[in-house]
């Protein structure tokens, strides 16, 4: 690629070490080479320490995994996006059963759609972070045309090419149809077996190559996210950023 875009780590891949020593493996991230990071929920050590620890080691945020903006949590997600100085984050994740039909899917957008009116209230843009059950086919649409259609425009879509052919969609399909709505893309890679482990990305099946190719226009942020690893997880973190910026797929700090 004649211009790779940067290159992120979701925190959440190495969540099991930042309980252990926050500050000591943000750092090692940063020295991997990565250019950003992803945080999710609150931090290890408070919002307030993690921001001015990415600052130092000038790790752009490019996004925050947040829970659903009901009630509830809608202070915490304006605490995190105000400690991280964000304009957009994204819904991590909600169960199978609300994308179970046609009709739960309709229900789900028009909550989301909702929670984005929020955002917007607060200078902030909402997107939403996918799973694979997310992506079956219901009356010949696939759950990602349907939610297309019934989303605001405003709301942007954090594919995650892994769990989208997990889910049995062709993932060059789903980035097509998203286009400009998809500006964040997770990478992950491993058998396509949704109850394995991950490998780092460009070791397992996934046509790393074919995603960045079809997202050079679209995509912000390239961002690595292991869910788990049944090997190291640093060295798969490190293994990941080495295959994709050696290949000039995405851009690093080394």
């Known amino acids: 690629m004649s211009n790779p875009k940067p290159v992120a780590l979701q925190l959440y891949s190495v969540r099991e070490f930042l309980d ?3 500050e000591g493996i943000v750092r090692q991230v940063a020295d991997m080479g990565y250019v950003g990071v992803e945080p999710y929920g609150g931090m290890p050590g408070g919002l307030t320490e993690a921001a001015s620890l990415f600052a130092e080691l000038d790790l752009e945020i490019c996004n925050c995994h947040i829970g659903f903006p009901d009630d509830a949590n809608k202070d915490a997600v304006l605490a995190a996006a105000d400690a991280f100085g964000l304009k957009r984050v994204a819904v991590a994740y909600l169960p199978p ?3 179970a039909s046609l009709d739960s899917i309709k229900r789900t957008c ?18 939403y972070h996918n799973h694979w059950w997310e992506f079956q086919h219901l009356n010949g649409q696939s759950t990602l045309e349907v939610m297309l259609q019934e989303l605001d425009e405003a709301i942007f879509l954090e594919i995650d090419t892994y769990w989208v052919q997990v889910g049995g969609v062709d ?44 997202t050079a226009e679209t995509a912000e942020w390239h961002i690595v996210e292991l869910d788990r690893c ?3 997880m640093l060295q798969a973190v ?14 690093g700090k080394i």
């Open 171 to 214: 993932v060059i399909e789903a980035l097509q149809q998203a286009g400009s709505r998809a500006p964040l893309i997770h990478l992950k890679d491993g058998s396509l077996d949704k109850d394995d482990a991950m490998t780092a990305v460009g070791s397992g099946k996934m046509n790393v190559p074919a995603i960045i190719d079809e």
């Open 20 to 22: 252990q020593d926050f």
């Open 238 to 251: 490190q293994d990941s950023y080495t295959y994709l910026t050696t290949n000039r797929l995405a851009r």
């Open 110 to 127: 028009e909550r989301l759609n909702g929670a984005g009116q929020f955002a917007s209230a607060n200078g902030l843009q909402l997107g």
């Open 230 to 232: 049944d090997g190291d």
């Open 97 to 99: 059963d609300e994308f």
